[in-house]
């Protein structure tokens, strides 16, 4: 049964189907046309460092892998309690995870959590800003340089998103976006790669056009274009990017709307979440957080089957989250066991997502709200 409020409505802004046709007769569907350059310049103005558009977040993760060169012996550091994309792409590279608990307040990667992972063998600290809200990357960035690892953001959830007036993404050596149709800003399936050290950026061009040094011909640089580096396709077709402008142009009113609607469940699901030992989301002081989503802690898992099977039978559909990554079939085999990160185990197992996106009606939120409030766990 289609349930009558569903969890997640695709975002659009309405130009989308226009940008596509003019894609189509621009005549330029592959990558880096049109629509592609002006994608990479809003973000390049928006952020502050050179962005690559990529055929994923996943893929932008694979690309800072390869920039990082981790290679076997190496270790990467990242939080459990994250999508399977974060570990694999440095997996792929034959590094070793290391897998780090999270906070119980922002369920973000835990500064003393990864203290005592480090050593010579680390090459790289990946937090990923959860919800979009952002991690203490002051600390972090402290403990990777004492290592001399390298900090690469996984802000999937958090594109508009600031740690004061930092933009995500920006303050590690690289950052990773995704435009994923779950996430905020989306053209289907997309990503981008932002690049805050200058030293990675001919590189990061080269790895993205298969190993050649095609951008470089495209701008004049050089008179021809062949093949100097490792590489793979990771350039999104412009007929994506069209989608994505579309986007970018009402990104700030996606954002705005997205708002409203967190801060709507927030305002309306205080009382109830302390009257019955729930706890809302944690949004630190000087964070400017990327409205990506909106969950409740309920005191065990069986109330939160419980209050999922309760929205279910009404209609609402609402769905847990991340299941940690070290107790995976994958995780286990890098030695992960039960008790290695403690509050990721706990939240993952109480954690519940309530519907939301940028359309969600104003009934159809005192729906879900109402009918949250008739929960007791
Ligand atoms: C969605 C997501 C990804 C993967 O994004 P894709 O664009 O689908 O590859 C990676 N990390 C996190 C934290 C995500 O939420």
């Not at 034959?94 to 119980?104: E, K």
């Not at 609402?316 to 990160?341: K, N, W």
Request: proline share 5%; with cysteine; aromatic share 8%.
């Amino acid at each position: 049964m289609t349930p009558r409020i569903p969890f997640n409505r695709a975002c659009f802004v309405g130009t989308e189907q226009q940008y596509i046709a003019e894609a189509v007769s621009n005549g330029h569907i592959s990558g880096d046309g049109r629509f592609t350059a002006r994608c990479e310049e809003w973000f390049g103005q928006r952020l502050g460092s050179p962005t690559l558009l990529t055929t994923s977040c996943t893929h932008a993760l694979e690309m800072a892998a390869l920039l990082a060169e981790v290679g076997p012996g190496d270790e990467v550091i990242l939080p459990s309690f994250t999508f399977v994309s974060t570990a694999n792409a440095f997996v792929l590279r034959g590094a070793t995870p290391r897998f780090a608990d999270v906070t119980p307040d922002t369920l973000n990667l835990d500064p003393d959590s990864v203290e005592p992972l480090l050593s010579d063998r680390t090459r790289a600290i990946v937090p990923v800003h959860y919800g979009g809200v952002a991690c203490d990357l002051g600390r972090l960035a402290q403990q990777a340089e004492g290592v001399g690892a390298m900090v690469i953001e996984d802000n999937a959830h958090g594109a508009l998103a600031k740690l004061g007036d930092r933009p995500l993404g920006t303050i590690g050596s690289l950052g990773t976006l995704s435009f994923h149709e779950t996430k905020n800003i989306t053209c289907g399936e997309g990503g981008a790669l932002v690049i805050n050290d200058p030293s990675l950026v001919e590189r990061a061009e080269i790895l993205r056009q298969k190993g050649t040094n095609r951008k470089q011909f495209l701008r004049g640089e050089v008179d021809k274009y062949t093949w100097v580096d490792l590489g793979s396709s990771y350039v999104m077709s412009d007929i994506l990017a069209a989608v994505l402008w579309a986007q970018l142009e009402g990104a700030d009113e996606i954002h705005r709307q997205r708002r409203l609607v967190w801060e709507h469940y927030h305002a309306e699901l205080a009382g109830w979440a302390v009257a019955n030992d729930v706890q809302l989301p944690t949004i630190p002081p000087g964070v400017e957080q990327g409205y990506h989503l909106f969950y409740l802690l309920l005191p065990d898992s069986q109330s939160r089957d419980r209050l999922i099977d309760h929205l279910g039978e009404r209609g609402i559909l609402a769905v847990f989250h991340y299941q940690p990554l070290h107790l995976s079939e994958m995780g286990r085999r890098y030695g992960g066991a039960t008790g290695d990160c403690p509050v990721t185990e706990s939240v993952s197992s109480r954690l519940v997502r309530l519907p939301f996106f940028h359309d969600l009606s104003n009934d159809e939120l005192g729906d879900v709200v109402a009918t949250v409030r008739s929960f007791t766990p």
